[in-house]
């Protein structure tokens, strides 16, 4: 365990779609100056939450994807833990087992021995110490799946994803040989370990990550400030579709597609 400065963190790449990284120092500059603390009810890929982090607010952050609630208990709840060498061999050790992923998405989304890793990392996971631990390993571990994913998102069908990992394919058509979406699981989870790892800081403030509906979380939340920057169905950004395979790979089990969240914002509060 260890505590890092916040004046020499840095937001870990996280590549998620509508994210607002670059714009999140501006944003957080609009918040009132007297404000302690935010409520960032739509967290996604937690780069506006990081940031308030940073400014030393009180950060609650809460999004409904589960795979974004594990990145914003990485690195917005979690102040001091970090994956030690120790960690990243219990992750890694064993032969790989025909578990969920292999049974569901082989030839859908990765190879069948692809899958079977996957298996064996989700089992081995829940063999670290801490719950922000396992958040970490989670959060590293859809980098890593994402990395080997033509254009980042889970929306392709296998041909088209078999198609753009064929490196003489892609160099032909697009002058590119995308190699990296051949590299191994853990080859990617090692390349950003330290910039997780050293992402991880305290702010000196009880920071705190939730997995809730919105409508339930404004009944029992309180804070000086409410950002809201939700989802907006109708266009192209379909976050189920594009990162849902890893809410499954994190519980193990087929979940359902996102309801029309825009349309209830609209016809019950008035957004």
Known sequence: MRSNSKKNNKFPEINYIGNKEKIADWICGYFP???RSVLDAFSGGGSVAYQAKRK???VVCNDILSVNYFLTKALIENSSEILTDSDVETIFKGTPLKGFMYKNYSEIYF???ECMELDLYRKNIEKLSSEFKKALAISLLRRAMIRKMPYSRFNLDWKKIKQLRDEDYSYAKYKRKRAYHNKSFKHHFLDNLSSYNEAVFSNGKKNIAYNDDVFNLLKKVKTDIIYLDPPYT?????YYGFYGLVDDYISSKK????SCLRTYLIINIGF
Do not use: C, S, Y
């Open 56 to 58: 030393g607010l009180k």
């Open 111 to 113: 190879f069948p021995e």
């Open 234 to 238: 109708g266009t192209m950004n379909n």
């Open 33 to 35: 100056k007297d404000a």
């Open 255 to 258: 979940t359902k597609p996102l």
